[in-house]
């Protein structure tokens, strides 16, 4: 699996979607420069533009607590319809299993 940072791509109606080489994407919005990150199998065959950035585990994992501490995530409380601000903790067992689910 390759990790990648990607931008959406501005359609000429005025919407956005993933770029056509995205496979998984949608994942770990950064709200500051308005990247998302997706899992993709293979690159080789496509046209990716040199502004994309590839990710391995740990940088991801940095990546995503640097948005965490701006932007907190949160999650669901059980049984209560309410949610809590997650722990460092939580977030990098996240991108573990989001990871480990996309390989």
Do not use: C
């Not at 056509?20 to 950064?30: C, I, L, M, P």
């Not at 990247?35 to 940095?62: G, M």
């Not at 501490?69 to 059980?78: D, G, N």
């Amino acid at each position: 699996m390759r990790i990648v940072e990607y931008k959406l791509h501005a359609q000429h109606d005025g919407t956005t979607v993933n770029p056509s080489w995205v496979e998984n994407g949608g994942h770990y919005y950064n709200p500051d420069n308005y990247t998302y990150i997706s899992a993709n199998k293979d690159l080789s065959e496509f046209y990716v533009p040199d502004s994309v950035v590839l990710y391995d585990k740990p940088e991801l994992k940095t990546r995503v607590l640097a948005i965490h501490a701006k932007y907190p995530m949160h999650r669901l409380v059980p049984h209560s319809g309410s949610s809590e601000v997650m722990t460092n903790e939580e977030v990098e067992a996240h991108v573990d299993e989001w990871v480990t689910t996309n390989s």
